[in-house]
């Protein structure tokens, strides 16, 4: 039963139609600060609650901003606040962004990837295993080996043997990584001209092979690696793949686990030489909320430079 004197329903007034306030909408928006779902609804409640203790039949889109992000300091702490403001931020950067996942086999980039689609409201996700199948497509076995092979396999494609100094695993790897990366370019540059936000994943997102520079000021790129310290933890991700034992069988990957290591250590080295931010997977949810910090610092860090290009431009104007 309505309580004597209390509104149902708030509308916002300068969106199309009226349309009422939605806990849906408002907590989808929430999760890009990196709250879990659970904790976003209930700070879409909150808001609700606050909004109808009010009184008022409607509220402008700025005052619903200003009260969301009261109730996100308040109940989940001035970091999700913060972020909430900066996301704003990139909105208003009319760029897209473009996340690129890097690291070995097993670290949990698909699964990180995906959430990040879900929480940024990014709808284009490409691994960069397809990107290999279908470069398989138009180049034969016989022309390109270590496109036909794992990234920890790489080594039994190559076509020439390497100095006897160097590791065979990372020359094939390296080799293979190259050949992806043409056609990973090409999707980067498909981005930037439809101004499309994506996520790339996989082992072949490496430090040193994308070409980025010529894109900088036509999308928002944000590379990361994503590590497994722990050689426990990092074998135990195998066991999940192994529940689909037809085409991830978990045996191949305990087999190939020290090659998968050492894929690990030189993604790392490109990672540090090139200034690339390493994180480490120990905690889903801890890395899930790194890798959004890191869009949101590097959103800020473009939307300052902007003003700051914007303020020289009227300067000059007036001058």
Same mark, same amino acid.
Request: no cysteine.
């Given at each position: =039963?309505?309580?004597? /004197?209390?509104? %149902?329903?708030?509308?916002?007034?300068?969106?199309?139609?009226?349309?009422?306030?939605?806990? /849906?909408?408002? @907590?989808?928006?929430?999760?890009?600060? *990196?709250?879990?779902?659970? +904790? @976003?609804?209930?700070?879409?409640?909150?808001?609700?609650? +606050?909004?109808?203790?009010m009184g008022r039949p409607d509220v402008s889109s700025e005052e619903l901003s200003a009260l969301l992000?009261?109730?996100?300091?308040?109940?989940? *702490?001035?970091?999700?606040?913060?972020?909430?403001?900066r996301w704003r931020e990139v909105e208003a950067l009319d760029v897209p962004i473009v996340l690129l996942i890097g690291g070995t086999t097993g670290v949990g980039k698909s699964t990180l990837a995906t959430q990040l689609a879900a929480r940024l409201g990014i709808v284009r996700v490409v691994a960069t295993d397809m990107v290999r199948e279908v470069m398989r497509a138009l180049f034969s076995r016989e022309l390109m080996p270590t496109l036909?092979?794992?990234?920890?396999?790489?080594?039994?494609?190559? +076509?020439?043997?390497?100095?006897?100094?160097?590791?065979?695993?990372i020359v094939g790897f390296r080799e293979q990584t190259a050949a992806v990366a043409v056609g990973v370019n090409a999707i980067l540059e498909r981005a930037a001209i439809e101004g499309t936000s994506i996520i790339v994943e996989g082992a072949h997102v490496v430090p040193g092979f994308l070409d980025l520079d010529p894109l900088a000021d036509r999308i928002l790129a944000v590379p990361v690696i994503?590590?497994?310290?722990?050689?426990? =933890? $990092?074998? &135990? $991700?195998?066991?999940?793949?192994?529940?689909?034992?037809?085409?991830?069988? %978990?045996?191949?990957?305990?087999?190939?686990?020290?090659?998968?290591? +050492?894929?690990?250590?030189?993604?790392? &080295?490109?990672?540090?030489? $090139? /200034?690339?931010?390493?994180?480490?997977?120990?905690?889903?949810?801890?890395?899930?909320?790194?890798?959004?910090?890191?869009? =949101?610092?590097?959103?800020?860090?473009?939307a300052a430079q902007l003003r700051a290009v914007g303020g020289r431009r009227r300067r000059g104007r007036t001058a």
């Open positions: =039963m309505k309580e004597e /004197g209390r509104i %149902a329903t708030v509308r916002i007034s300068d969106r199309e139609s009226g349309l009422p306030y939605s806990k /849906g909408l408002t @907590a989808s928006q929430v999760m890009v600060t *990196g709250l879990p779902p659970a +904790r @976003a609804y209930e700070v879409a409640e909150a808001v609700e609650e +606050r909004l109808l203790a992000v009261q109730v996100l300091e308040e109940v989940a *702490g001035d970091r999700y606040a913060k972020n909430f403001l036909y092979t794992s990234s920890f396999e790489a080594d039994t494609a190559l +076509r020439e043997p390497p100095a006897r100094v160097k590791d065979r695993l994503i590590s497994v310290e722990d050689e426990e =933890m $990092h074998r &135990s $991700h195998f066991a999940v793949r192994g529940s689909d034992a037809i085409s991830r069988p %978990a045996t191949r990957y305990q087999q190939g686990f020290e090659k998968i290591r +050492r894929l690990q250590r030189y993604i790392k &080295s490109q990672a540090l030489s $090139h /200034g690339v931010p390493v994180i480490p997977n120990y905690s889903f949810d801890q890395a899930l909320a790194s890798i959004i910090d890191l869009v =949101m610092e590097r959103a800020t860090e473009r």
